[in-house]
Each structure stands twice: as C-alpha cells, then as structure tokens.
C-alpha cells in the first residue's frame, strides 16, 4: 500500500488535486490510500513524527503562506523518510534550482500555469512512483504471479504455504501466511512454476522454504504456521533429503 500526502495551501486547487488523485486511484483500483490532504504542512509532519510510514507519495505546493516553504517541507519529509516519492506542484518555476540545493530529488515539477495539464501530469506521477516501487520490490522480492477474474495478483513467494486441488475442476486454493483463495490452475503447472514449489502429493503443491517439520514416519508436513498437509513416501524421502541431508 502506498500513502499519499497532499499540501497545498489553496482551497480549490487542494480540492482538485484531491478529487484527481481519489478518482484515478478509484478507478484503477491501485494499492494507494490518500492518507492526508491539507492546507498545513505540521499536519503532515506530526503525522510522520507519530506514525510508521509505509510507501509514500508527496504532491507539494512551495509557497505554503507559512513558516515553512514546500522545498524545505521536502526535506523535512526525506529526513524521516527517504524512499518517498516527491512531486512539487507550483507556480514558482524559478525555483525548481533549490530542490537540488535541498537534495530532495522531486519525482516532478507540475506547474499550475498549464492547468489544462495538471490533472494528466498527476496520473502520470502516480503511474510512475508505481513503477519505480514495484521494480524496487521486484529487485529485493520474489513474487508469484495469479490471475483471478480481470486482475493480476502478485504475491510474495515467502507469503506461500501450499497449494491445493480444489473441488471445483480446474481450479486451486493458494494457501498464504494470511488467509487463502482460489483461482484458475492446476497443481501439475504449479510445480514447476518456481523453484521453491514442490509436489509432495497429487493433491499438494508446498513451498518448501515454508516447511517447519517433516515427519518420516506419518508422512506429515507441518508449515510455519502450524498447518499440517500429506506427502507420499518418495516425495517424503525426497523432502527429508532436500530439508535436512545437506
């Protein structure tokens, strides 16, 4: 989930950066939750003092009317988080030098003179801190990719416990560290669809990176989570082998 913080200090336009934001969010059904949008940039401070912040995305005024401009807004922000994503929105295109002067690296500088493009600007921001999170996940994370209904969901590799046969044809029960559903698969193309996917069973595929314990005598997996499944006896030995004869 990505945070969103807006300030700007007039009411109209931070009303329509609002509503930009809220609508393309809504429509594109995307991982980003507006956390904060307001006239008063302490609001967004204190927030960030109290609070653990997850992702975030910034859209920044630079002339606030108050003690404290955008651009140093900015700093205050990277000082306590300094994976954000900043985006300064502003009439002042003069000062676009001081955002390297305070070493904020802004994501972008949307100018209110071109209020025709603002709203297309913004999308393009948010598309682009997407893009630029994902990648960094994808860089650190390995993610499972599952397609249920219109969408595509992509879940980290170490979130799975097992997969299941379910009773209805053609379809699986991905079972995660935080809950489980089904989609459209088979456990014969599971097993082969990453490296730490193993079919212990006809009915099962684990995550053997997952496993707790294995017993040899009851063929018994249990998971992390305290979840039991079924081996047969060669997948057993070839479990044991690959768990605890290295």
């Known amino acids: ?9 007039d009411t109209k336009q931070l009303n329509e950066i609002v509503n930009y934001i809220n609508n393309y969010i809504l429509i594109e059904d995307l991982e980003m939750k507006l956390q904060i949008a307001s006239k008063d940039p302490h609001e967004i401070l204190n927030y960030l003092e109290n609070n653990k912040i997850n992702k975030s995305l910034y859209f920044l005024d630079i002339d606030l009317q108050t003690d404290i401009n955008g651009i140093e807004l900015a700093a205050k922000i990277r000082e306590r988080d300094m994976t954000s994503k900043i985006v300064f929105i502003t009439t002042h295109a003069e000062l676009v030098f001081l955002t390297f002067k305070y070493q904020v690296e802004a994501l972008d500088f949307i100018l209110k003179d071109f209020p025709d493009e603002i709203q297309g600007r913004i999308i393009k921001a948010i598309d682009l801190c997407n893009e630029q999170f994902k990648k960094k996940e994808t860089d650190n994370e390995e993610y499972y990719q599952v397609k249920t ?25 991905i079972h995660l560290v935080n809950g489980q559903f089904e ?18 069973y006809k009915s099962y595929v684990v995550n053997t ?6 017993n040899r005598h009851t063929r018994e997996i249990t998971m992390t989570n305290g979840e039991k499944l ?3 006896v060669m997948a057993c030995r070839s479990l044991v082998k690959l768990k605890y004869d290295h």
Do not use: G, Q, W
């Open 230 to 232: 079924m081996s047969s």
């Open 149 to 173: 209904a219109d969408h595509i969901r992509s879940i980290k590799v170490k979130d799975i416990l097992f997969f299941e046969s379910s009773s209805v044809p053609h379809k699986v029960i």
């Open 1 to 9: 989930m990505i945070d969103v913080y807006v300030c700007e200090d």
């Open 209 to 214: 990176n997952n496993i707790e314990a294995i």
């Open 183 to 200: 989609f459209y698969s088979t456990i014969k193309e599971i097993a082969h669809e990453n490296k730490a996917f193993f079919r212990c």
